[in-house]
C-alpha cells in the first residue's frame, strides 16, 4: 500500500516478517478517522482551559531573578494591597512543602519545593503565588512583591559541578551527583573488558557529543483550573500527562487524601513529556483550597520557554575499539545528564539510557559511567525520547566517525554490527524481535546505496545467538565513584522477590497519618533525617536506585 | 561560494515503556443496553491518537464494528488507573489492558447470545459488524444489540470487562548495570540528504529517507501522523531549536517564538516513509509505539550529511550557521566527502 | 472598570463586559464563551488565537477587546452549519489534526486564503498558514488537507 501526501511517500512493506502476523483483523490496520478529530475541527475538543467558572481567578508567581540565591525576606505587604489580590501564597501555606516526583514511585529523596523559602537554586524559581481576579492585576501584584536576595555563586557546567569546591547545588547528594543504589555516584554498565579490547583494537575512535537543552514547545502551555466541588472535594482540569501522577503528587504535597481529588483531563494541546512534572496542580488546589473559588495557575508562553523543564542537556564521551573491517569490539561511555537544580525525573532517564547502551549493536566489550549532575539552571524533565534521544545522537554520530576511520559504507557498518535475535546485550539479556538490519536495507534500496552483498542479504533471523548468545568469560568491575553515609533499602539485592503479576498495585495512597513537619532549610542547618519507616507502605519501587542518608 | 550536497544515514532502536516495567495500566469495558460500548481509560491523548488505537483494538477484540464503541478518558472518578501517557508505552500497555477487558466483555455478550440461541457460546462467532451467529451458519444469528437487552432485562449479566497490563517492576544491579528495560524494542533508519551553503553556513535539509518498525500499525494513518510529525520535530532538534543556544551559558535563552525557532511549512522537506510491522510477542496485535522514535534517527542524520557535504562534523545540537562557519574556517574550506 | 463591548460572532450579536486591558481572545473566551480560538503565546507569534475580524485575519491576543465594538468577528467555531465546512471535511480525511490545539486557528486562516484565492498554489497555502504554529503534524497534512478543498476534492 503506497500514498502520497504532497510528494511524501509512505508505504508499508508488507513482506517482511509477514510470516510472523496475521494481517486479517477486522479493526485494527484499518485508517479509521480519529474519534476526537470532529471536536478539534469545530473547536469543541475541552482542553483544561475550555471551562468556564464563575469569578474564576488567576494565579502568578513571583520568580528568582538569580541562578543561585539565599532568600532573606519576602515583603508581601504593598502587594495584598493592589487592586484585586485575593491571597498571596507562600511556601509556609504548602502543608508538605518537599517532594521530589518519584517519591510516588519510591524513588528518590523529597529536594524541591512547591514555593521555595529558604533558598532558590535557578533563575525562575517560584517563591510566592500570588492569586487576584483577573491574570492584569495578578502579574502587577506580581512586580509589587519586594524580595531580599543574597545571591550565591553559582554553576552551570555539569563537569565543573562535579568538581570539589563547587558551589552546591542541591546538599542532599555528594559533589552534586544524584546517589545511586546507596553506593556510587553514577549508574554503571560493565559488560566484558573494554581495556583489553583496546589493546587488540586496530583503531580507536573517540568523540565528545552535546545537546542543548529543548522544549518541549506543546501549542498549549502547561496549566490547570482547580475549584471546589461539592461534597468537599476538589475538582481539577489539568494538561498533564499522567492523571493518577498528578492527583497522587497533588495528594502528597497538599496532605489531602485522594478520595477528595476529582482529576479531569485526557484532552491536551500538545505534551512531548514536558507535562509530567505536577506542578500546576498542587498550587491551582491549593490556590481553591485557601481561597474557597475556582484558580487557574498556567504559564505565558516565556515561562513556558524559560522556566518549564526543558529536555536535559547531555554531554556524551564515547570510545571505540575498531577492527579494520569494521566489527567494533569495545565500546566506552561517559555520560553526564543536566539535570538542572533539582532532581525531578532524571535520575530514572539515566537507568534508561544505561539500559540502551551500547545502542542496537552486539558489541563484546561495553563500559559506561552515567552520572545525574546538577547545577544551577532550570530542572530538567522528559521529553520525548526521554534519556535515549541524546545518547542515540551520539551513538550515531559516532559510527558515522567510526565508518570513515575503516573507510567502510555507513550502513554498511551498521548491518555488520547490528544485532541479531539470539545475540547476547550488554544489560545481559537476550535479543529479540529485532529489525534493524532491515530497516537499514530498505532505506539503502530506497536511496540507492549499494550495499556489500553479503550485508545486504542479512537477516535479523539469521547469524544471531550461538557464540554470540554468550556472557563474556571475564567482566572488568570497580568500585570507582563510591559514596558512603548513604543507606540503600532492602529491594537492592539481586534476585530479590519480584512482585506477583497481575495487578500489584504501582500507586498508593499517602498514609493518613499528620504529615511530617516542614524540613529545616536547605543550604545550612541539619539535613532531615530520614523516616522511621517508609512513606509509603506496599510495594516498594525504584528503591535498590534511592538512598537515605544517615548521619 | 557554493551550495554543497551530501546525505547522512543512522539507525535505532527504542524501547517501549517504561524502563524496568512496573508501569501498569488499567481498562474498563462495558455496553449499554442497546449494545454499544463505552471504554473507560485514564490515558491522555496528547495527540498521539490514544482514544483512537484503543478504540479499534477494544471493536476488533469486542468483534463489533468501532461505530460502537466510545472511549471515554480521563476522569479519575470514572476511569481505572493508568501511569500515564509517556515512554511510548500507551499503546503497548493500554492496548494490552484494553484487550483484557475487552475479552471478559465479550465473553460475557457471547454468553448472553448463547443463550438466546440456544447454542453452546463456544460455536459462536461475530461478524464485525453488529451481529453474533454460529460459525459456518449465518443464518443462526442475533445482533450485538438484542444479545444485549436480553443479558440486561432477561438473564442479570453485566457485559463487562476488566483488564490490567503490567510488566512486573525489575532491578538494576549496581556493579555490572544488568536489568530488564523492556521487554520489545520498535527501530528505524534513516537518511537525509542536506545542502550546505559555505557562504552563510546555513544548513538545508532537502529529503528524507526512512523506514521504521512499528511492530503492527495499529492504524496506518496514525503511526503516519507520528512519523511525519516526530521527523519533522527531529529536523527541528538538529538544527533549529535550543532554549540555551549558548549552553552551558543560559544568555540569549528565547522567551518567545521569534528566537525560538522550529521549521515552518515553507522549511518542510519531502519525507518518504516505509513502514515494517514484526509484532511484539506481547504488544496489542503485536503493536509496538512509534512516538517517540520517530524523531530520533533525524539529529545524527543531519549531522553526519553535513559531514558528507562539507567535511565538518558538529558534534554540538543544534547544528547553526555560526557553528558550520566557525568549523569551515577553522578546516579551511569546505571538504566534501561524498561518501553515500 | 469593565467596558460593555458588542460585536458580532459568527453571524450572531453578542454583547459581554470587557476588564481594562483585556485582548479580544479572552473576551471571546471567557466574556461571550466561544472557547474555539485558543492561548497559545498571548505574543502574537503561534497564531492559536488567529480569528477574522471584519474579513481579515487578525491575532486576537494583540487586539483590544474593546478596538472589536461593532466589528464582525469569525471564528472556526463558526464554521460549522451545522453542516461540515468543506476544510473541515478535508482536515480530518487528511488526518490534518492529532492534538488538535492549532486546529481552529489553522482552519481561519485557511478559509481566509480561499475566500480571496479559491485556486491557491501550495506555496500560496504554506504562506497563508506560516502564522499559524503546529508541533505535531509537520504541517504536510495540513497543506494537503487545503490544496483538496481549493482543487476540489475533499477526500486524500
Redesign the interface.
Known amino acids: 500500500?503506497t500514498?502520497m501526501?504532497?510528494?511524501?511517500?509512505?508505504?508499508?512493506?508488507?513482506e517482511?516478517?509477514r510470516d510472523?502476523?496475521d494481517d486479517n483483523?477486522?479493526?485494527?490496520?484499518?485508517?479509521?478517522?480519529?474519534?476526537?478529530?470532529?471536536?478539534?475541527?469545530?473547536?469543541?475538543?475541552p482542553?483544561f482551559?475550555?471551562h468556564?467558572f464563575d469569578g474564576?481567578l488567576h494565579m502568578r508567581c513571583v520568580r528568582s531573578p538569580h541562578?543561585h540565591a539565599r532568600l532573606r525576606r519576602i515583603d508581601t505587604a504593598e502587594a495584598e494591597k493592589m487592586p484585586g489580590v485575593v491571597r498571596i501564597l507562600q511556601g509556609r501555606d504548602v502543608p508538605r512543602n518537599l517532594n521530589t516526583l518519584l517519591s510516588l514511585?519510591d524513588f528518590g529523596i523529597d529536594d524541591e519545593p512547591l514555593l521555595s523559602d529558604t533558598k532558590v537554586a535557578y533563575?525562575g524559581e517560584p517563591v510566592a503565588a500570588v492569586i487576584a481576579q483577573?491574570?492584569?492585576q495578578a502579574r502587577a501584584a506580581v512586580q509589587k512583591v519586594r524580595v531580599e536576595w543574597d545571591p550565591l555563586p553559582h554553576v552551570?557546567?555539569?563537569e565543573e559541578a562535579i568538581k570539589p569546591g563547587a558551589p552546591v547545588v542541591l546538599d542532599i547528594y555528594p559533589n552534586n551527583k544524584f546517589v545511586?543504589?546507596g553506593?556510587?555516584d553514577h549508574?554503571?554498565?560493565?559488560?566484558g573488558d573494554v581495556e583489553a579490547a583496546f589493546r587488540g583494537a586496530d583503531h580507536i575512535v573517540e568523540?565528545?557529543?552535546?545537546?542543548?537543552?529543548?522544549?518541549q514547545?506543546?501549542?498549549?502551555?502547561c496549566g490547570a483550573i482547580a475549584a471546589p466541588e461539592q461534597n468537599d472535594r476538589y475538582v481539577c482540569y489539568t494538561s498533564?500527562?499522567?492523571?493518577?501522577?498528578s492527583?497522587g503528587t497533588a495528594s502528597k504535597v497538599l496532605t489531602m487524601p485522594s478520595s477528595r481529588?476529582?482529576?479531569?483531563?485526557?484532552?491536551?494541546?500538545?505534551?512531548?513529556?514536558g507535562?509530567?512534572d505536577s506542578i500546576h496542580e498542587p498550587l491551582a488546589i491549593l490556590g481553591a483550597m485557601l481561597t474557597g473559588r475556582a484558580v487557574k495557575y498556567a504559564w505565558?508562553?516565556?515561562e513556558e520557554?524559560?522556566v518549564g523543564a526543558?529536555r536535559g542537556?547531555e554531554r556524551w564521551y564515547l570510545k571505540d575499539g575498531v577492527m579494520r573491517d569494521g566489527r567494533i569490539v569495545a565500546r566506552k561511555f561517559t555520560g553526564y545528564f543536566?539535570s538542572g537544580a533539582y532532581t525531578r525525573l532524571s535520575s530514572?532517564a539515566i537507568?534508561?539510557g544505561?539500559?540502551?547502551l551500547p545502542?542496537?549493536y552486539t558489541i563484546p566489550n561495553v563500559y559506561?559511567d552515567v552520572y545525574c549532575v546538577y547545577?544551577n539552571?532550570?530542572p530538567a524533565t522528559?521529553m520525548?525520547?526521554?534519556?535515549?534521544?541524546a545518547v542515540?545522537?551520539a551513538?550515531?554520530?559516532h559510527?558515522?566517525?567510526v565508518?570513515?576511520v575503516v573507510g567502510m559504507?555507513?550502513?554498511d557498518l551498521?548491518i555488520l554490527n547490528?544485532y541479531r535475535d539470539g545475540d547476547m546485550k550488554?544489560?545481559?539479556?537476550i535479543a529479540?524481535?529485532?529489525?534493524?538490519i532491515?530497516?537499514?536495507q530498505?532505506?539503502?534500496q530506497?536511496?540507492g546505496?549499494t550495499l556489500s552483498p553479503a550485508l545486504a542479504a542479512a537477516a535479523?533471523t539469521r547469524d544471531g545467538g550461538g557464540a554470540r548468545a554468550a556472557l563474556p568469560a571475564f567482566?572488568a568491575?570497580d568500585e570507582g565513584g563510591r559514596v558512603s553515609g548513604f543507606k540503600s533499602t532492602n529491594?537492592?539485592k539481586?534476585g530479590?522477590r519480584?512482585?506477583?503479576?497481575?495487578?500489584?498495585p504501582?500507586?498508593q495512597s499517602p498514609r493518613t497519618a499528620p504529615p511530617t513537619p516542614n524540613p529545616s532549610p536547605q543550604g545550612g542547618g541539619e539535613p532531615t533525617p530520614p523516616p522511621a519507616t517508609p512513606v509509603r507502605t506496599g510495594?516498594m519501587?525504584?528503591s535498590?536506585?534511592s538512598g537515605f542518608r544517615r548521619r | 561560494m557554493a551550495l554543497h550536497t551530501g546525505r547522512g544515514f543512522a539507525a535505532i532502536n527504542y524501547p517501549i515503556g517504561m524502563n524496568l516495567g512496573g508501569d501498569p495500566s488499567q481498562a474498563l469495558v462495558h455496553a449499554n443496553p442497546d449494545g454499544k460500548f463505552t471504554v473507560a481509560l485514564s490515558a491522555i491523548d496528547l495527540g498521539q491518537g490514544m482514544k483512537s488505537v484503543t478504540r479499534q483494538i477494544a471493536a476488533e477484540t469486542l468483534g463489533v464494528p468501532v461505530e460502537d464503541v466510545y472511549v471515554d478518558t480521563a476522569d479519575s472518578d470514572t476511569g481505572p488507573h493508568d501511569m500515564g501517557s509517556f515512554a511510548s508505552r500507551g499503546t503497548h500497555r493500554m492496548g494490552n489492558a484494553v484487550i483484557m477487558a475487552a475479552k471478559e466483555a465479550r465473553s460475557v455478550m457471547l454468553d448472553a447470545a448463547a443463550e438466546e440461541l440456544e447454542v453452546d457460546p463456544a460455536d459462536l462467532v461475530t461478524d464485525g459488524r453488529g451481529n453474533i451467529h454460529v460459525k459456518g451458519a449465518p443464518s443462526r444469528s442475533i445482533t450485538t444489540m438484542a444479545a444485549a437487552q436480553a443479558a440486561q432485562f432477561k438473564q442479570g449479566r453485566t457485559i463487562a470487562g476488566r483488564g490490567i497490563f503490567l510488566i512486573p517492576l525489575s532491578e538494576v544491579d549496581p556493579d555490572t548495570g544488568e536489568m530488564t528495560p523492556v521487554s520489545t524494542f520498535a527501530h528505524a533508519a534513516m537518511l537525509v540528504t542536506v545542502e550546505v551553503d559555505d557562504e552563510t553556513g546555513e544548513v538545508t535539509v532537502t529529503d528524507m529517507q526512512s523506514a521504521y518498525e512499528v511492530g503492527r500499525a495499529l492504524n496506518p494513518r496514525l503511526v503516519e501522523q507520528q512519523l511525519r510529525g516526530g521527523a519533522w520535530m527531529g529536523m527541528s532538534h538538529a538544527a533549529w531549536e535550543t532554549t540555551e543556544p549558548y549552553y552551558p551559558a543560559r544568555d540569549h535563552g528565547p522567551v518567545d517564538f521569534n528566537s525560538y525557532i522550529m521549521p515552518g511549512p515553507g522549511d518542510l522537506a519531502p519525507h518518504h516513509i516505509s513502514v515494517l510491522e514484526r509484532p511484539a510477542a506481547d504488544g496489542p496485535y503485536g503493536g509496538k509505539g512509534p512516538g517517540e522514535m520517530c524523531a530520533n534517527p533525524v539529529l545524527p542524520a543531519v549531522v553526519n550529511a553535513v559531514f558528507d557535504a562539507v567535511g565538518v562534523r558538529i558534534d554540538e545540537l543544534p547544528v547553526t550557521p555560526e557553528k558550520v562557519l566557525r568549523a569551515l574556517q577553522a578546516q579551511g574550506g569546505a571538504k566534501p566527502r561524498r561518501r553515500l | 472598570m469593565k467596558t460593555p463591548v458588542t460585536l458580532t460572532l459568527n453571524g450572531a450579536e453578542r454583547a459581554a463586559f470587557a476588564d481594562p486591558g483585556q485582548n479580544l481572545l479572552e473576551f471571546l473566551r471567557r466574556g461571550v464563551g466561544d472557547l474555539s480560538p485558543k492561548y497559545g503565546c498571548g505574543q502574537g507569534t503561534c497564531g492559536a488565537c488567529t480569528v477574522r475580524m471584519n474579513g481579515q485575519t487578525v491575532l486576537s491576543c494583540l487586539v483590544l477587546a474593546e478596538m472589536a465594538q461593532g466589528a464582525t468577528i469569525e471564528t472556526a467555531a463558526g464554521l460549522a452549519t451545522p453542516a461540515m465546512h468543506p476544510l473541515q471535511t478535508a482536515f480530518m480525511d487528511h488526518f490534518a489534526a492529532q492534538c488538535g490545539y492549532c486546529t481552529p486557528g489553522m482552519l481561519v486562516s485557511a478559509k481566509a486564503l480561499l475566500d480571496r484565492n479559491a485556486t491557491p498554489t501550495r506555496d500560496e497555502v504554506i504562506e497563508a498558514i506560516s502564522g499559524n504554529l503546529c508541533r505535531c503534524t509537520g504541517y504536510e497534512p495540513i497543506i494537503a488537507a487545503i490544496l483538496s478543498v481549493a482543487q476540489g476534492r475533499i477526500r486524500a
Open positions: 500500500m500514498d501526501v504532497g510528494g511524501n511517500m509512505f508505504e508499508m512493506r508488507k517482511f516478517f510472523e502476523r483483523l477486522n479493526e485494527v490496520g484499518k485508517p479509521t478517522r480519529r474519534q476526537d478529530i470532529p471536536g478539534h475541527v469545530t473547536g469543541r475538543s482542553f482551559d475550555d468556564l474564576l541562578h514511585l533563575k483577573t491574570e492584569a552551570l557546567d555539569v545511586y543504589h553506593k556510587y549508574q554503571k554498565l560493565r559488560f568523540g565528545r557529543y552535546q545537546m542543548s537543552p529543548i522544549e514547545a506543546p501549542i498549549e502551555t498533564t500527562q499522567g492523571l493518577f501522577f492527583l481529588l476529582h482529576f479531569i483531563g485526557g484532552t491536551v494541546g500538545g505534551g512531548f513529556g507535562k509530567v505565558d508562553r516565556e520557554m524559560q526543558p542537556a543536566d530514572y537507568i534508561k544505561v539500559g540502551h545502542g542496537p559506561a547545577t539552571r532550570t522528559a520525548r525520547g526521554f534519556g535515549i534521544t542515540d545522537f551513538i550515531e554520530t559510527m558515522d566517525k565508518a570513515d559504507n555507513p550502513i551498521r547490528a550488554a544489560h545481559r539479556r529479540k524481535n529485532c529489525a534493524l532491515e530497516c537499514a530498505v532505506v539503502a530506497k536511496a546505496v535479523s567482566t568491575t529491594y537492592a539481586k530479590g519480584q512482585p506477583d503479576m497481575p495487578g500489584v504501582a500507586y510495594a519501587r525504584f535498590s536506585l
